[in-house]
Nanobody, 117 residues
């Protein structure tokens, strides 16, 4: 089982920026995905952004051009830089890890992001 520790999040005004980080530890193969999902009250958990160990990225349409995901394979960390934040970005953000070879998935504990004036 891979453990995930998230950091970042908080309260920010519309138009502001936040950075989320996630560190993975445990047994893992060399082919993995790391990403961020978010869940607003009363809504399903949706993909925000994902990055493979090879550096390929996927973004939700709603965050393209505003959010950037990156990772450091040597440190097993992934970061989500969120710019031009909008009130509709308010949600609990969860780090996700998926090992393609070991077929194992882990979730972080979640961190609250609130965009409000």
């Amino acid at each position: 089982q891979v453990q995930l520790v998230e950091s970042g999040g908080g309260l920010v005004q519309p138009g502001g920026s936040l950075r989320l980080s996630c560190e993975a530890s445990g047994i893992m193969s060399g082919i993995t995905y790391m990403g961020w999902y978010r869940q607003a009250p009363g809504k399903q958990r949706d993909l925000v952004a994902r990055i493979t160990s090879g550096g390929a990225t996927t973004y939700a349409d709603s965050v393209k051009g505003r959010f950037t995901i990156s990772r450091d394979n040597a440190k097993n960390t992934a970061s989500l830089q969120m710019n031009s934040l909008k009130p509709e970005d308010t949600a609990v953000y969860y780090c996700n890890f998926f090992d393609v070879l070991l077929l194992k998935e882990s979730w972080g504990q979640g961190t609250q992001v609130t965009v409000s004036s």
